[in-house]
């Protein structure tokens, strides 16, 4: 059991990114699954999360932001987050609660 982050990078205010997370030994439509960031020295703060069955709910600094999907065939979930500030600087994470599985997570840096 498996996730893989990927999308990272650096961009400047107001830029976007998609951040993209693959699973493998399971199938991500059948649980609920989140996005977690870490800012330096912070705690995790979560993100948005999708449910089995799709449905989305955000943190309230990110609704209207950031959208959180899933591709069903290609077993992977998406952040795209666009208009993006200095304090989302962050290690973002992939989570699934019900089998405890992080991944490693990918570093997101706003900056000009």
């Known amino acids: 059991v498996q996730l893989v982050e990927s999308g990272g990078g650096l961009v400047q205010p107001g830029g976007s990114l998609r951040l993209s997370c693959a699973a493998s030994?399971?199938?991500?439509?059948?649980?609920?699954m989140r996005w977690v960031r870490q800012a330096p020295g912070k705690q995790r703060e979560l993100v948005a999360t999708i449910t089995s069955g799709g449905i989305t709910n955000y943190a309230d600094s990110m609704k209207g932001r950031f959208t959180i999907s899933r591709d069903n065939a290609k077993n992977t979930v998406y952040l795209q987050m666009n208009s993006l500030k200095p304090e989302d600087t962050a290690v973002y994470y992939c989570h699934v609660p019900m089998r405890d599985v992080w991944g490693r997570g990918t570093q997101v840096t706003v900056s000009s």
């Open positions: 030994g399971f199938t991500v439509s059948n649980y609920f």
